[in-house]
């Protein structure tokens, strides 16, 4: 007998539509790394992931990849075991993310927050310098880029509109739980340890 897909989802005993379902949730869960529960979009595909996430998982590690669910966020991301199959960043990249799970912390312990947190585009942009350890500030259209890109991932969203303006400094973005699990600190300790690497990093011009 022949191995198919189909073969392979039949031995689940799941539902006829779930079976045409899966592969289509599979390649956008690997295609754009996050499922979110609270974005309409995702919603009725988070909850089929939810529904089967052992099936999920598996069918995803005999790929290399591993199926993560943050439960507190509702969010699934899938990661991959292998450095060939892994999303990479500029080191201007790199450093925002830095920023971004930084600014994350800091907010919601001082403000025990319960929501995922807002900060401004201003704050971002000083923390930015902050972590840099000089008076280096990217241009308009290297904020654009690396923001609108993250946006895309779902690490931040506007909450002024459907548009984001680097120049205004009060526009105001909100941090989303998965920025703690693209950047997997604990402690702080930790954060000082990337914030390490991405100074040498800089400094000899990575």
């Not at 069918?59 to 999303?87: E, K, N």
């Not at 923390?127 to 259209?141: D, F, M, N, Q, S």
């Amino acid at each position: 007998m022949s191995i198919t897909a189909y073969s392979i989802l039949e031995s689940t005993a799941l539902p006829e539509k779930t079976r045409r379902e899966i592969p289509r949730v599979m390649n956008r869960l690997v295609g754009q790394t996050f499922l979110y529960q609270e974005d309409e979009a995702d919603k009725d595909d988070y909850y089929l992931v939810l529904r089967h996430q052992a099936v999920f998982a598996a069918l995803l590690a005999v790929s290399g990849f591993t199926l993560l669910h943050d439960d507190y966020h509702r969010v699934f991301q899938v990661v991959s075991d292998f450095g060939t199959c892994r999303r990479h960043y500029r080191l201007d990249e790199s450093l925002m993310i830095v920023v971004l799970r930084k600014l994350y912390e800091e907010h919601t312990e001082r403000l025990s927050l319960a929501q995922d947190p807002v900060v401004t585009v201003g704050e971002v942009r000083e923390e930015y310098r902050t972590i840099t350890g000089k008076e280096r500030a990217l241009g308009v259209v290297q904020y654009e880029t690396i923001l609108k890109r993250l946006r895309r991932l779902g690490l931040i969203e506007p909450l002024d509109g459907r548009s984001l303006d680097v120049r205004d400094g009060e526009a105001r973005l909100r941090l989303r739980g998965s920025v703690k699990m693209i950047l997997p600190v604990q402690t702080a300790d930790e954060m000082e340890a990337w914030l390490r690497k991405y100074q040498v990093d800089e400094e000899a011009g990575e």
